[in-house]
């Protein structure tokens, strides 16, 4: 099955640094790749998303990156807010026999101001 | 819309107990599935669904069911809690089945089993 490993487990950066957070996957099969922010005690929210066809996406001060040859993809924060701290999670889909998302183990991220 | 909703926000239950986590959705959607969410792990899936009375299993099924008999209705069944079942379970859908699209999360049920 799907395998997603994320790093790093929790990133420190300064308000209005940027912060960047990878992702692998391991199946081939997969075709949408979401990003989740998780607040304490809070559900899951999309936060942007790319499809497979697609090298890059760019939402604000958040982007994604997508490279289906090393089968990497990458979240970019710029000019980071202490509201941007939260659990980021990456998660991968796979578009045949079992069609669900594999999460990968998320990302603490912490704005100091 | 009320979107996503999940029943109960928390519940304790006693080793060997069974209960019934109920989710549901009135935003027409045909895919919806099931996570556990242990302290500092990812979400894992549970069971899924892409549409009424189809379903299948995820990553850590053992100890759950499930059925759709609606559209709306996705209800994850324990059947004998263990301690091992202490999580927090969010219920999700979505619009689409071939890619998934985005995922509406239900706000959670914390569930211990002392």
């Known amino acids: 099955g799907e395998n997603v490993e994320q790093h790093p487990s929790t990133l420190s950066v300064q308000e209005g640094d940027s912060a960047v957070i990878k992702c692998t996957y391991s199946d081939s099969a997969s075709n949408y790749f979401p990003w989740y922010k998780q607040e304490l005690g809070k559900r899951p929210q999309l936060i942007i998303d790319i499809r497979s066809n697609v090298g890059e996406k760019k939402d604000q001060r958040i982007a994604v990156t997508l490279n289906k040859t090393a089968k990497h993809f990458s979240l970019h924060i710029t000019e980071t807010q202490p509201e941007d701290s939260a659990v980021y999670f990456c998660a991968a889909f796979r578009r045949t026999g079992r069609r669900a998302l594999t999460f990968g183990s998320g990302t603490r991220l912490q704005v100091q101001p | 819309n009320a979107g996503v909703t999940q029943t109960p926000k928390f519940q304790v239950l006693k080793t060997g107990q069974s209960m019934t986590l109920q989710c549901a959705q009135d935003?027409?959607?045909?895919?919806m599935s099931w996570y556990r969410q242990d302290p500092g792990m990812g979400l894992r899936l549970i069971h899924y669904?892409?549409?009424?009375?189809?379903?299948d299993q995820g990553e850590v099924p053992n100890g759950y069911n499930v059925s759709r008999s609606t559209t709306e209705d996705f209800p994850l069944r324990l059947l004998s809690a263990a301690p091992s079942q202490t999580s927090v379970y969010f219920c999700?859908?979505?619009?689409?089945?071939?890619?998934?699209?985005?995922?509406?999360f239900g706000p959670g049920t914390r569930l211990t089993v002392t």
């Open positions: 999700a859908s979505s619009g689409r089945t071939s890619f998934v699209g985005e995922q509406y």
């Open positions: 669904s892409v549409g009424a009375g189809i379903t």
């Open positions: 935003m027409n959607h045909e895919y």
